[in-house]
């Protein structure tokens, strides 16, 4: 049997774990890169280093956007191919979407450095951290390719049913991380600098390995001469498949700048906590995320291949798995023991902030499974512009309460900003779902 004939053969629970639980894993380890530098820097630099991180934490967002952009992109248009059985165009996908993000990257990595002193200004640095902010971020972003890279070599794997590859390339650069962290700030004292580089060194060893597989499993080495050829329309695919994605990360982005402008009145401290706050709901948004890419593949594949019935026992599942996933997140904020945030700092003004902003922040995040679920069946059987509106809907919705709530509740007018968008997004999908699929139906009958 061919590693893609389980997309279709495969009963969709065990198919989604297998394809799921390491994404999961993967994406769960992801998540500690910045986890394990905050952890770091708390400890052996300081509260104004880890306010820094929360500021370019922002910067880091812009890259990863493009990454999730490109690499939904290939990977559904790659998946979609495969179950209508047009293997010629695979790898002709494959080198299009690597070759838009080195050339996405290296632009924003050009315009960002030039004008890094203003971008972190407006983003809410402060003179106090704004040395420290520039240190990592210059470094970050003279490397931007990096994540984005490896995320579409991720997702390119995934794709394909080799969610246990993609796994590897996060593990891989996340083990490599903490040993750099503690080499980097621990012995060489080099500050947010030595965090940085880390990263950076941590994500190249993961794309080399990475290369490996990809020349591997795609057979590039056979096929290079018929693959280097710029299709429009493929282009286009990915470009328009990826974009809910893109533009919904992109918007978080934005939704970070705000979240950054609306908190910093409140000083150090809080920007600092509110970093903690935003890398632990990121640690529970990846086992959720990676479940969501999981589903994907299934979901293309089936609906490339015209099997409607396997398209909707896998949103059945999905949505049991993502709900558990999502209840377990918000037990865990409510409920954080404050020990906890010792992990990374000792000064208890920050440790007493980030569990009260964790609790409130988090009070709703059971139902974010299900909204990222119906969103990604929604953009993986072609129903972009309903996709694009709930992308772009989330993150605009949450720039604006960030502006007024504030107005009205003060410090607390933040924290209840992430609840009312959980409520409010996950009614909008579940709606726009709904109606997605019985048009799928509808379509259906016609063809029978």
């Not at 559904?76 to 838009?100: C, E, H, M, P, W």
């Amino acid at each position: 049997m061919q590693k893609t004939e389980i997309l279709d053969t495969d009963h969709i629970f065990p198919l989604l774990l297998k394809l799921a639980i390491p994404t999961m894993i993967g994406g769960f380890i992801s998540a500690l890169y910045n986890i394990v530098d905050s952890i770091f820097v708390g400890h052996f630099v300081g509260k104004e280093a880890l306010a820094a991180l929360a500021i370019s934490n922002t910067i880091q967002l812009a890259f990863i956007a493009f990454a999730a952009w490109i690499s939904v992109g290939t990977g559904t248009l790659i998946s979609r191919s495969l179950g209508a059985k047009r293997y010629d165009r695979v790898n002709q996908i494959l080198f299009t979407g690597t070759a838009i993000i080195l050339i996405c990257t290296f632009t924003l990595s050009l315009i960002m450095t030039n004008y890094l002193d203003s971008i972190l200004l407006y983003m809410g640095a402060t003179e106090k951290i704004l040395d420290d902010t520039m240190a990592y971020s210059k470094i970050i972003i003279l490397f931007g390719f990096l994540v984005p890279l490896n995320g579409v070599f991720q997702g390119v794997l995934r794709s394909k049913g080799l969610a246990a590859a993609a796994m590897n390339l996060s593990l891989i650069g996340a083990i490599l991380n903490v040993f750099l962290d503690a080499l980097f700030i621990i012995s060489f004292g080099w500050g947010v600098a030595g965090a940085a580089i880390a990263t950076v060194i941590s994500q190249f060893i993961a794309i080399l390995v990475g290369i490996y597989y990809i020349i591997k499993e795609f057979k590039l080495l056979e096929h290079f001469r018929h693959m280097v050829v710029f299709d429009k329309a493929i282009i286009f695919q990915i470009m328009s498949i990826g974009a809910p994605s893109g533009l919904r990360l992109g918007m978080i982005v934005i939704a970070s700048l705000a979240a950054n402008k609306a908190i910093q009145p409140y000083g150090v401290v809080a920007l600092a906590s509110y970093g903690i706050v935003n890398r632990l709901i990121s640690l529970a948004f990846m086992p959720i995320q990676g479940c969501n890419f999981g589903a994907q593949p299934i979901i293309s594949f089936n609906f490339g291949a015209d099997r409607i019935d396997r398209v909707h026992k896998t949103l059945f599942v999905g949505s049991i798995v993502m709900s558990i996933l999502g209840i377990m997140g918000t037990l865990s904020f409510l409920f954080m023991p404050i020990e906890f945030f010792k992990l990374f700092t000792t000064e208890l003004a920050i440790m007493d902030f980030s569990k009260e902003a964790l609790a409130y922040t988090g009070l709703f995040f059971f139902l974010f499974g299900v909204y990222m679920l119906l969103s990604g069946f929604i953009q993986s059987v072609g129903y972009m512009k309903e996709a694009l509106f709930l992308a772009l809907f989330r993150p605009l919705f949450n720039v604006l309460l960030y502006y007024i709530l504030p107005l009205y509740f003060g410090l607390y007018g933040v924290f209840y900003v992430m609840p009312v968008t959980d409520i409010v997004n996950f009614i909008l999908a579940v709606v726009i779902a709904k109606n997605v699929y019985k048009k799928i139906l509808k379509k259906q009958d016609k063809k029978n």
